[in-house]
Every structure is written in C-alpha cells, then in structure tokens.
C-alpha cells in the first residue's frame, strides 16, 4: 500500500499568523494579564488545546469580561464584538487574516457605494457573521457586489453567481476572494484523488476549508474519511486498498498529519 | 386568421432621436451646406434612403470630405473618426443613442482603471466598432471588465459570461448594457410568440436588434420570416395559418409595419 500526501500540507499563512501572535501575546503577558480569544483561535481543537494549556481562554462573548486582552480570531469578529471590546476598554489584538481583512474592505467599500451584497458561504461560519456584520442592513439594489467565504471552493461560488445573474441587474461586481491557499489545496487534492483508491482527509470538524476538502473528495467517488485525530483512522477503511491519499486543511498540524501517517503504516 | 402585433413596435428612444436630429439639421443647413451621416444614422434602408431624399448622404470614411457637417450615427462612431473630424474642421454633431454612449463611458472607466475589456457582441457592428475603439488595444489582466453591446439579448450575454467566470480572475465587473427598449421588445415578442403559429419580424436586414428578434423567433420553433418591406410577404406563408404575429425592430417605423398588416388582410 503507497500513501501519498498532497502537497500545500501544513498551516496556511493566516493561521500560522494567529498562532504565532497568540504565542507572542501569552509570552508577554501571561502572569500580568488575562488573555481571551474571541472565538477558536483557528478551527482545530488539538491546537486550541495547546493554547490554552499555555494560558489562552476562548469566549463566544464579552459579557463576563471585564479587563485583560482579546485576540480576534484569524476568522475576524464582528463590527460590534470590535466595538464593545473597545468600549469596555478592554485591550484588542487583531489576528484576523489578511485574507478575511481584504473581503471585510471590499465589503465596507461596497457599502459605502450603495450596493446590495451578496456573501456566497456558511452563514453559521465566524467569518461569514463577521462580513455580514460589516454589510450591516441589506436593501436589495440592481447593483450588486458579490464576495465568496475565503475558504469556498470555487464551482460552488460560480453556481450561486449565475443564479444571481438571472437578477434584473443594472451591474454585478464579482469578487475573487476565496484564497489562494485554498485554491491549491483544494487543486492537489483533486490531483491526488485521480491516483488514489481511498483519501483521508485531516483537520478540524468546525474547519469550513476541511470540510470543503472533504465535499471535492466525496464527490470524486473515491472513498473518502475525514478525521482531526489518529484514534479515529479505522484499520478496516484499508482493505485491499492500494493507493491511499492523504489531505489536510489550512489549521492542521503537520504533527497530526505525521502521527496519522505512522498510524496508517502500522497497519 | 387572426393577427396580433407585439406592443413597444415603433421607433426606439435613440432611433426617434437620431431621425429628428437629422431632420433639424437638414432643415437648418439644406442649401447652405452639405450634410453627411457617418454610416447609416439608423439600421433602416427605407428610413435612410427617406432622408436621402433631404439631402442627407451617407459616407463610411472621410477621405474625399473636406468641410461640410457629418452626423455620428445613433450607433455611435469610433474615436478616430470623430479626432479625423475635429482635425478636419468639419462640424460635428452627434446623434449617437445616449445608451450607447452610456456603455461608452463605461468602456473609458474600465480602460483608466486598468480593467481588461470585454464586449460581447457582433465585432461587425458600428456599435461594437465604435466601443472596441474606444476599449483600445487590451491587455489580459485578472481584473476584468464586460458590457454587451445594448441590442443583445440577454440569454447570449449571460452564456458569454459564465464562459469568462471559468477564468482565474479576481474581479469581474458586469454591466446591463442591453437597453430597455431591446429587452422590452425581445419580452413582447417571446409572450407573443406563446400564442401564435405563424411570426412576421418587420426590420432593416442590417440591423442587429431585429436580427436578435428573429433569433428568438426561429428557436421559439414557430414559423417565422424576416422582412424589410411589403413586397417581400409571401402569400404561400399564411396557408392554413390561424394566428399572426407581427414584431419589429427599433428602427422600423410603424408606416411600414401598417403596410404589412394591410397588405396581409388583403390575402
């Protein structure tokens, strides 16, 4: 049996970004000051697990604090989580990634120009409430800006734009926003799958880019697992299989990708 | 047999416009100075040659012209032509459709900006001549910008669009540069086209709306023919026919659309 690893495996730029400025953050203040992530710092529990051995609290809301820092996630938060964090005084560490802040500016600019914006993505997802947060109240218009989630693969974006071309619209303004890790991740994902038997798929459960990596995966037609942990890779998933690939998401470990591999090859 | 003509028949705003600035002018200059049309100042032969009649000639260059007063037709004129004018000292004045002239500016937004240009429609047409001029030479770029030209119908833009969304862009801009009266006129016909057997399409052989019309006629699946003027109706058409329908294009006048019904009752 071969295993195969895609390539672009490991962290993406935004979240080796987050962990690297919580890291910073704990380093510096831990014993002086309380630190919070709003929200899970990047979508993969084992890390948010060695974060927050290393001091680092998530909250879903600022309620109970009153003092200490908060660091935005590398998803973003929303407009008002921004502001009450400012207006309680608290201190705010912005990890949000570039490639999120770059949607939420075409997202303000939109806005500012009148347009009815439409985001293409999990609206249950923190980056997704982030951006409609910034979109604030939408009033429909025959101007319509379009942006995707960062993390969308592409023909799924493409489909929900020719629905709304069917819109009696004066213009549509189409944003490219889904990022470039996630293109190739998801490209050498679809070029392993042509020479795999079974693909396992490594990260988080709450990862919206795992998941995607997933959904291209199933639909191939090639057996396909998601699992975040090496306890959950089953011995019998690889009965007379002979080319098994192996795929990750933008916040898996290259540790976990690692443990899973000498896992597989004890079988 | 019962005969049915579509509602919005008659000239088109930018039609009815060009025809009276024509006719201004050839009042205010006959006699006094010669008067030319940069191309047919609409897509009509009968129309045109009426205003032959007033002394307006028609020229496709301006080699052999040396002073006089040319008119842009309502098609509008590519930007050599009206700088060879200025630089001529021939008067000008434009009787280009203010729709036209309204994808234009666009076309000149997207060049300054640095936007690729794409224009869907028929590379022929003065129309798109004129708007590819002003596009100048085009350069790939991930940033893309596309307008149609104003007589297409929408179903072609739209399938042209998702073509140029395969593209690794990172931005599209779409603007609805189909005029209203087009989509108007193509609606009327379609919902004509539900309750007829037989379809009659009165209009300039050259002009691109009433062409686009006919389209829509011969894949609706019912019989349908093209005519410019009377003598072409055949009487062998109508055999065992129940329901006429009548449509025309923008430049058709409704002299002529009154010709034919009359000529068909006297079958």
Same mark, same amino acid.
């Given at each position: 049996m071969k295993i195969k690893v895609a390539r672009c495996a490991g962290f993406c730029f935004g979240v080796k970004r987050a962990i690297n400025i919580a890291e910073s953050a704990l380093k510096e203040l831990k014993g002086r000051d309380r630190i919070y992530s709003f929200g899970a710092i990047i979508h993969n529990p084992q890390v948010v697990e060695e974060l927050f051995k290393k001091g680092l609290r998530v909250i /879903? /809301?600022?309620? =109970?604090? =009153?003092g200490g820092t908060v660091i935005i996630s590398s998803h973003g938060a929303p407009l008002e989580t921004v502001e009450d964090i400012k207006r309680k005084g608290i201190k705010l560490i912005d990890a949000t990634c570039p490639f999120v802040k770059y949607a939420q500016n075409i997202v303000k600019d939109l806005k500012k120009d009148g347009y009815e914006i439409i985001i293409v993505g999990d609206s249950a997802h923190p980056e997704v409430k982030a951006l409609k947060s910034i979109a604030g109240k939408n009033k429909k218009s025959k101007k319509i800006g379009v942006i995707s &989630? *960062? *993390? &969308?693969n592409k023909e799924n974006y493409i489909n929900e734009i020719k629905k709304i071309l069917n819109?009696?619209?004066?213009e549509v303004k189409i944003f490219n926003t889904i990022c470039n890790d996630t293109s190739k991740r998801q490209s050498a994902t679809r070029r392993l799958l042509e020479d795999c038997d079974l693909m396992i798929v490594i990260g988080g459960k709450n990862s919206a880019n795992t998941k995607r990596l997933w959904q291209i995966c199933k639909e191939s037609g090639v057996d396909s697992f998601h699992v975040e942990t090496e306890p959950e890779v089953n011995k019998n998933w690889f009965n007379g299989k002979k080319r098994v690939g192996i795929t990750s998401g933008a916040s898996t470990p290259d540790s976990m990708v690692k443990k899973i591999i000498e896992r597989i090859r004890r079988f």
């Open positions: /879903n /809301n600022l309620e =109970k604090i =009153k &989630q *960062t *993390t &969308q819109r009696d619209f004066s």
